[in-house]
């Protein structure tokens, strides 16, 4: 059963900063886009930031200049670090590694909440 290990969530004042990591094992890691989503009560899960193997990003328009995805090949770990937050940054977030090697299959954390006080 492939597990996706999140932690780094938490309070913070707006303006602060946070870094949510994600671990799994090596073979997933290695075969993986890796990427952070998140979500609201009532809205649609939406994507956040996202890696492939060979270490290209993208990031949501909401958050380009603010948070930086990362991958650590050597710890199978995935990063989010997430600076200037602000109160609508406040949701629960996912790590989601999307196998494109092989036969396709996404994965995904158990989720990590931000809260971001005004």
């Known amino acids: 059963q492939v597990q996706l290990m999140e932690s780094g969530g938490g309070l913070v004042q707006a303006g602060g900063s946070l870094r949510l990591s994600c671990a799994t094992s090596?073979?997933?890691?290695?075969?993986?886009?890796m990427g952070w989503y998140r979500q609201v009560p009532g809205k649609q899960r939406e994507l956040v930031a996202t890696?492939?193997?060979?270490?290209?990003?993208n990031y949501a328009d909401s958050v380009k200049g603010r948070f930086t995805i990362s991958r650590d090949n050597a710890k199978n770990t995935v990063y989010l670090q997430m600076d200037s937050l602000e109160p609508g940054d406040t949701a629960a977030y996912y790590c989601?590694?999307?196998?494109?090697?092989?036969?396709?299959?996404?994965?995904w954390g158990q989720g990590t909440q931000v809260t971001v006080s005004s």
């Open positions: 989601n590694a999307r196998v494109i090697i092989g036969r396709a299959a996404d994965y």
């Open positions: 090596r073979y997933i890691f290695s075969i993986s886009a």
């Open positions: 890696i492939t193997i060979g270490g290209s990003t």
